[in-house]
């Protein structure tokens, strides 16, 4: 039967808080009386994460888990869970417990006001560094500027959506995701609910530095063009500032002697400067050219290896690209899912 929630985790290294998280999932579902699925995706996780998500999908059969080949990133794991759901309403969730599951009903009773997208918005964020919170205060703040979609600051992608919406997502295969862009692109009656962001439970981070870095430039490459764009002011202003040192120097020349300005010093570090410059401009076209070169590529956004409790009809219903379904072993090809 099609659930109502489809409750969509990914799941990277998270053995100490799997049992944990399925708990009060569960008690939050259960208290709200309505049919649901938890969508467990393990992104290649090295501990024994998928070993208790077997224990899980055997023992409750709101359970259901699809296991990646290898490590394909949160953003990838989420898609494959949005992918996967069947639910008239899908919600996104961390496994960390940082997005309380106790939100849930919140969320969803906007969804029932007629809103097809609810995101949770982090009124407070307790345990995370300054400097996290700090670039990601600066980061939503200048991307929300910058981007013709207005993507809501100080949100992750803790969240609902309607059906409706995660069937256009299904259909967007973009390869460098940035989901919670991509949900405020789709459009649809779009709203808020605040909430405490709790610090992890347990575990680190899978977010360091340079993968946070990583994911801002796609969120920035993903929906503007901005860094493009400045190219064309920056060479602008740098030959008006050419033109007019060339008049003063001319001037000073004329004036003062003709040996003014002669040194080296300033030529080399002129040059220096300018060749930052460029070296910068090339970077930031170097980025979207990368990004052009990805989508051509055309490979699939994740592999599975296995999954569990889908109903395999439902999914064939769903239509989504069917080469993102390459399964590392099927058995009595009459129940494969890639079996066109
Ligand atoms: N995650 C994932 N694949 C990754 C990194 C993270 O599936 O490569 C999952 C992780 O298990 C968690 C969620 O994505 O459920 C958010 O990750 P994390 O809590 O480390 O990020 P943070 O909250 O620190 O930004
Ligand atoms: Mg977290």
Redesign the pocket.
């Known amino acids: 039967m099609k659930p109502i929630y489809s409750i969509v985790?990914?799941?990277?290294?998270?053995e100490g808080i799997l049992r944990e998280f399925y708990n009060r999932v569960s008690q939050v579902m259960t208290d709200m009386g309505e049919d649901w699925e938890l969508i467990m995706?393990?992104?290649?996780?090295r501990d024994s994460s998928i070993a208790i998500m077997e224990d899980l999908a055997a023992s409750d059969s709101h359970v259901k888990y699809v296991n990646f080949a290898r490590?394909?990133?949160?953003q990838?794991?989420?898609t494959a869970g949005i992918d996967y759901a069947t639910g008239d309403a899908v919600i996104l969730?961390?496994?960390?417990l940082?997005d309380p599951p106790e939100v849930i009903p919140k969320l969803a009773e906007q969804w029932k006001d007629g809103y097809e997208v609810v995101y949770a918005v982090r009124a407070k964020r307790s345990g995370?560094s300054w400097f996290?919170l700090a670039t990601a205060r600066l980061f939503y703040r200048v991307l929300y500027r910058i981007t013709e979609v207005s993507i809501p600051v100080d949100t992750?992608?803790f969240r609902l959506m309607d059906a409706k919406v995660a069937d256009v997502l299904r259909n967007m295969r973009e390869h460098n995701r940035f989901i919670r862009g991509m949900t405020s692109w789709v459009g649809f009656k779009q709203t808020g609910v605040e909430y405490e962001r709790a610090a992890?439970e347990w575990?680190?981070?899978?977010?360091p530095l340079r993968?946070?870095i990583s994911f801002a430039l796609d969120g920035v490459t993903g929906f503007s063009f901005f860094p493009l764009q400045i190219m064309g002011t920056a060479s602008a202003f740098l030959g008006v500032l050419a033109i007019i040192v060339a008049i003063v120097i001319s001037v000073l020349r004329v004036s003062l002697g003709a040996n003014f300005f002669g040194g080296q010093a300033t030529t080399i570090v002129l040059l220096l400067l300018l060749t930052s410059f460029q070296l910068f401009f090339l970077f930031i076209m170097g980025l979207y050219v990368a990004r052009i070169y990805d989508e051509t590529r055309g490979r699939p956004l994740y592999v599975v290896a296995s999954t569990s409790g889908f109903d395999k009809q439902a999914i064939r219903d769903a239509d989504v690209p069917p080469h993102d379904y390459i399964v590392a072993s099927t058995g009595g090809f009459g129940e494969a899912v890639n079996d066109e």
Request: hydrophobic letters at 25%.
């Open positions: 985790a990914p799941v990277y290294n998270e995706v393990n992104d290649g996780s490590n394909f990133g949160h990838t794991a989420v969730i961390d496994t960390d940082q995370e996290k992750g992608d992890r575990g680190e981070t899978k977010y993968k946070m």
